[in-house]
C-alpha cells in the first residue's frame, strides 16, 4: 500500500486516503458501502493514464466516479477511486457535436451549447456528468423523442489496464463475442448486461458497462436542436394504472415526454401545484398547440400550461422524486435496490398491477412514478434490509422478464441487479459478457463485483452496516441516514444550499458529504472518535447553519440542527473556541454593555474575524424607546428580539406604527427576553434551554390568550416556531411557538390596496426561506403597491455568527459574491432584508442602506419613526 501511494503521489493530482475522503467517497446513491484505500481527483488526462498504470502494476482494482448519484451501486469501490468532476469537466461546441471530457456536468454542456442540447436528461442534470452517464447509459425524460445515451455519442476515447488508449471509431484488434439477438427483449429502455447487440458499433456497446470494461478519457456528443416551444398539457387519472394504460395512445403523437407521476409523490411536496383532478397524473410535454390539444383529449381532466415558471414548478415533482419518495407517507424509510425496471409500454398497466400484487404479497409498500411513455418505472420501497431483501428482488425479476422487460431502464445494474441478470439473459448470454469484459480487461480490475462475476445483491449494505458505537438518539441516528445521495446539494445555482460547497467545490462542504461523515462517525470504523471527531468538526466547520437544505434537500437534511448537535457533544466538558463565548453568549455581552464598551478586547478575545467591523448598539433600545398605544386595539406582541432591541429599534418602532395605524393595540414585554439561538446554534444547549423558557413564560401572560406575537428577525421568528420545540417539551414554549406570526403574516390582510409605489430588490433571510415562508410578503408587496424583484442568489454568506468567526471571512463574503452583492450593487432600487446578517453583509459590502418590510410598509404608510 505504500508503495503504490509513493507512486501515486507523482501523478498530477489530488491524492488523498485520509479517513475523511475514503469515508465521503465510500457510498454513491445507493444502498451499497465500499470504502476506497484511495481517491484520485486528476487534473489532466495524462494524469489519468499514469494513475491506472500504477494501479494496474498494484493489482489495485479502479472505479471511475463523476458526480457519485448512482443508485445500483457503480460508483464506490474498495481500491482506487478516480473522481473525474473535480477538474476534467472540460467541453468545445462545434455546431450539432460536443467535445467533452468525463467530468463535464450536463448542464453546463447544454448551456454551451445553445441552440442545441444533448438530448437523455436524467433529473439529475444539474450535477450529473457526461462520464457517468455514458457508464449508466442514462436516458432521462425525454428519451420518447431522443433516446438513450448510447444513441448520442459518436466516439469515445478510452483507455485500458494495459495502458492501451484509443478511440472507438477506430480500435484495436479485440476478441469480441458475437451476439444471438433472441437474447435480448425488444425494448427501448434496456440497459441490463452488456449491449452486445450493438456490435460492431464498439461505441455503442461501450456505453452502459458501468467502468467495468474501460476508463473513460473523453467523448464526442451528437447534439440535436432544441425546441422552440415547450408546452406541457397534464392529465388526471383516477389511478397509476389508467394512466398507464394511455400510454400507448400517447405514443403516438409526436410528444417530447410522457411521464408518470402519483398522488403519493405529490403528497410529499411541501406546496402542491395546481393539478387536474385525479390521483395520478401524466406529464405530457410537446413542442406545438395542435398536438397539445390531441394529447389533452385522453383526458377529460387536463391542464394545458405554457407558462415557463409554472412548468418549472411542476418538473422539479418529478426530479426531486428520487428523493421525496425515500420516506413513505408514515415517515418511515424507503429504499432503491428496485426503482428501474423497465417493460414494453404497451404491457405498462398489466405489469403496474401485478407489481402492486407482488408489493403485497411481500408487505412492502412503495411510491411509484417515472418514464411511462418507456414503460420505465421507479419505485422506493419500504424494504427491511436485513430481512426479506434477496427474495423480493428475486420474485421481481422474474415478474419483469415475464412482461419483456429489462431489470434496468436507465440506472444500470450495479451491485443491486447485477446478481440477478441469470434471471434475464440465458447461460450463453451470461458467458458472453464475462467474454466480452475479458477482452478489455482480462485482470477484473476495473469496477469489479459488476456485470460479471457479481457480488452479491445483499451485501455491503450500508444502512445495515451496525448499530451507532457512540451514544445517540435514535432520531440523530436515522437522520445520518435521511441523506440517499442524489447530490442536489451539488448544485451551484438557485436556491440556497450549499453556500459554502459553492465556493470551496470540495465534497466534504456539501450537505450529502457532511451528513455522510455524520454516518461514518457513528459506524466507526472510518471515522473513530465518534463525537471527538476532528474529521466531523472541520466539515461542519464551514457550514453557515443556513437551513438551505431544510428547504433545498428533497429528504430534507437540516445539517444546520445536526451541526448544532455534534457541537453540543463535541465540545461537552471542555473548553470551546473563543467565537462560541462572544457571539454565542452575544445577548448577555449587549445586555451587559460589553461589545459596546470593550469592542476592540471582545474582537481580539472574542474569535472575531479582524476585516468584520462589529456593528454599533444603539444609544436606546427598543424596549427604551417604545411607548404603548391605541388602547382599544386587538392585542399583538412585539416580540423584541436581541438584534432589533439593541441594534435597530427603528425597525421595531416602525413596525409598531403600523400595527397601530391599521387597529392593533402594540404590547412590548418589559423585561428582557431572547429566543436563544445564539447558544443553540453553538451547541450550548443547556444554557439554550434555560434561555427559552424564561422567556416563554415571561410571554406567558400573552401566549396563554391567544394573543399573536410578532417576530421581526426571521432568525429568531422561525427558531421559537420550530426548533425551539425541539429543544424541549415544555408547556410554555409550545404556547410561543404557536403564537408566532412574521409581521407580513400579521398585516397581510389589514393593509390597505396600493397605498405606495417603488421598487425593492428583496434579499429573503435563509431561515425564512426554508421555515417560514415567503407567500405572505409577497402579497404584502403587492398590496402596498412596491414592485418587488426577490432574488435567487442563495445565502448572503454572514449567516449569523459564521461570517464573524475567524478564518470564515473569505468564504463568507465568496458567498455574497456569487450573486447578492453584484445584484445590490447594480441596483437603483430600495433594497428590502429582514435578516440583521443580510443586512450587515449588504453594508459590509456594498454602499447601499439596506431595510426592514416594516419600514417599506412604515414609509408608505407615512409612518416612519424618527427615534434612534
Request: a neutral charge; aromatic letters at 6%; one cysteine or more.
Amino acid at each position: 500500500m505504500s508503495e503504490f501511494l509513493d507512486q501515486l503521489r507523482r501523478v498530477n493530482g489530488d491524492v488523498l486516503h485520509d479517513p475523511a475522503t475514503r469515508a465521503l467517497y465510500s457510498a454513491d446513491a445507493s444502498n451499497y458501502r465500499h470504502v476506497p484505500q484511495v481517491v484520485l481527483r486528476p487534473k489532466s488526462i495524462d494524469a489519468v493514464v499514469e494513475a491506472v498504470a500504477v494501479a494496474a502494476a498494484h493489482g489495485v482494482p479502479i472505479t471511475s466516479r463523476g458526480a457519485g448519484t448512482s443508485i445500483a451501486g457503480n460508483a464506490c469501490g474498495t481500491g482506487l477511486v478516480i473522481d473525474f468532476s473535480r477538474y476534467l469537466n472540460a467541453v468545445e461546441i462545434d455546431g450539432d457535436r460536443a467535445t467533452v471530457q468525463p467530468g463535464a456536468v450536463l448542464d453546463r454542456v447544454n448551456a454551451l451549447a445553445t441552440p442545441f442540447l444533448f438530448g437523455p436528461d436524467p433529473s439529475t442534470h444539474s450535477r450529473c456528468t457526461v462520464g457517468g452517464m455514458i457508464g449508466n447509459n442514462a436516458c432521462g425524460a425525454h428519451s420518447v423523442r431522443w433516446g438513450k445515451t448510447s444513441e448520442n455519442v459518436t466516439r469515445l476515447d478510452v483507455l485500458l489496464p494495459d495502458g492501451r488508449r484509443f478511440r472507438t471509431d477506430a480500435p484495436p484488434e479485440l476478441d469480441l463475442p458475437t451476439a444471438d439477438p433472441a437474447w435480448f427483449p425488444e425494448l427501448s429502455r434496456r440497459v441490463s448486461g452488456y449491449a452486445l447487440d450493438a456490435l460492431p458499433d464498439l461505441t455503442k456497446a461501450l456505453v452502459g458497462t458501468e467502468g467495468t470494461c474501460v476508463v473513460l478519457l473523453g467523448a464526442e456528443l451528437k447534439l440535436v436542436r432544441a425546441p422552440e416551444r415547450r408546452i406541457l398539457v397534464v392529465l388526471g387519472f383516477a389511478d397509476t394504472y389508467d394512466a398507464a394504460d394511455q400510454v400507448v395512445a400517447l405514443r403516438e403523437l409526436p410528444v417530447l415526454a410522457v411521464e408518470g407521476i402519483d398522488e403519493a409523490l405529490v403528497r410529499a411536496v411541501r406546496q402542491r401545484p395546481e393539478l387536474p383532478p385525479g390521483r395520478s397524473w401524466l406529464f405530457v410535454e410537446v413542442s406545438d398547440h395542435h398536438t397539445a390539444k390531441q394529447a389533452a383529449r385522453i383526458s377529460r381532466h387536463h391542464l394545458i400550461i405554457e407558462d415557463a415558471a409554472h412548468q418549472r414548478a411542476l418538473w422539479r415533482i418529478r426530479e426531486d422524486g428520487a428523493g421525496l419518495t425515500t420516506r413513505t407517507p408514515d415517515g418511515g424509510e424507503a429504499w432503491s435496490g428496485w426503482e428501474d425496471a423497465a417493460v414494453p409500454p404497451e404491457n405498462l398497466g398489466r405489469y403496474l398491477r401485478e407489481f402492486d400484487a407482488l408489493l403485497s404479497r411481500h408487505g412492502r409498500r412503495g411510491i411509484t412514478y417515472g418514464h411511462y411513455g418507456e414503460g420505465c418505472l421507479h419505485v422506493r420501497i419500504d424494504f427491511d434490509l436485513a430481512h426479506g431483501y434477496r427474495a423480493f428482488l428475486e420474485d421481481a425479476a422474474d415478474l419483469v422478464v415475464a412482461h419483456g422487460g429489462s431489470l434496468s431502464g436507465e440506472h444500470g445494474d450495479g451491485q443491486a441487479r447485477s446478481e440477478l441478470l441469470t434471471r434475464m439473459y440465458p447461460p450463453a448470454a451470461i458467458k458472453a459478457f464475462g467474454r466480452f469484459k475479458a477482452a478489455f480487461d482480462p485482470r477484473n480490475l476495473l469496477n469489479p463485483g459488476r456485470i460479471v462475476d457479481p457480488l452479491p445483491l445483499d451485501a455491503d449494505l450500508r444502512v445495515v452496516v451496525a448499530p451507532p458505537r457512540i451514544p445517540t438518539r435514535a432520531e440523530f441516528a436515522a437522520d445520518t441516514r435521511r441523506c440517499v445521495g442524489v447530490g442536489k446539494c451539488l448544485n451551484t445555482k438557485g436556491g440556497v444550499m450549499c453556500p459554502s460547497y459553492r465556493v470551496t467545490k470540495e465534497e466534504k462542504h456539501s450537505t450529502r458529504g457532511r451528513a455522510r461523515l455524520l454516518f461514518e462517525m457513528l459506524t466507526g470504523d472510518v471515522i473513530r472518535k465518534g463525537w471527538r471527531s476532528a474529521e466531523v468538526r472541520d466539515a461542519l466547520d464551514l457550514c453557515l447553519a443556513c437551513k438551505g437544505c431544510k428547504r433545498d434537500c428533497p429528504v430534507d437534511v437540516d445539517m444546520a440542527a445536526y451541526k448544532a448537535e455534534f457541537l453540543h457533544h463535541h465540545y461537552k466538558w471542555r473548553v470551546r473556541p473563543a467565537a462560541h463565548y462572544s457571539m454565542g453568549w452575544l445577548p448577555l455581552w449587549l445586555r451587559l454593555g460589553f461589545v459596546h464598551r470593550l469592542a476592540t478586547r471582545f474582537r481580539r478575545l472574542g474569535g472575531i474575524a479582524p476585516e468584520r467591523e462589529l456593528p454599533v448598539p444603539a444609544r436606546r433600545t427598543l424596549q427604551q424607546l417604545f411607548r404603548r398605544t391605541n388602547q382599544g386595539g386587538t392585542r399583538v406582541l412585539l416580540f423584541p428580539d436581541t438584534f432589533t432591541n439593541r441594534f435597530e429599534p427603528r425597525i421595531g418602532l416602525d413596525a409598531a406604527n403600523v400595527l397601530t395605524h391599521l387597529g392593533y393595540q402594540v404590547d412590548l414585554p418589559k423585561p428582557t427576553v431572547c429566543c436563544g439561538l445564539t447558544w443553540h446554534s453553538t451547541g450550548q444547549f443547556g444554557v439554550a434551554e434555560r434561555v427559552l423558557r424564561r422567556t416563554a413564560r415571561i410571554l406567558r401572560p400573552w401566549t396563554s390568550t391567544g394573543t399573536p406575537v410578532v417576530g421581526l428577525e426571521p432568525s429568531c421568528t422561525s427558531f421559537l416556531r420550530n426548533e425551539a420545540q425541539k429543544l424541549t417539551d415544555d408547556s410554555d414554549v409550545k404556547l410561543l411557538a404557536n403564537s408566532m406570526r412574521t409581521f407580513a403574516e400579521q398585516i397581510e390582510q389589514d393593509l390597505p390596496q396600493a397605498v405606495g409605489s417603488g421598487k425593492a430588490l428583496v434579499q429573503i433571510h435563509c431561515h425564512q426561506y426554508a421555515d417560514l415562508g415567503f407567500v405572505a410578503d409577497r402579497n404584502v408587496f403587492e398590496t402596498a403597491g412596491v414592485d418587488a424583484t426577490v432574488l435567487d442568489s442563495g445565502c448572503c454568506g454572514l449567516a449569523g455568527n459564521f461570517g464573524f468567526e475567524k478564518g470564515h471571512y473569505e468564504v463568507s463574503m465568496a458567498c455574497a459574491e456569487q450573486g447578492l452583492l453584484p445584484a445590490v450593487r447594480e441596483t437603483e432600487a430600495q433594497v428590502v432584508a429582514d435578516g440583521f446578517s443580510c443586512r450587515t453583509q449588504i453594508r459590509h459590502g456594498s454602499a447601499k442602506e439596506p431595510v426592514h418590510l416594516a419600514t417599506v410598509i412604515a414609509s408608505t404608510l407615512g409612518l416612519v419613526s424618527k427615534e434612534t
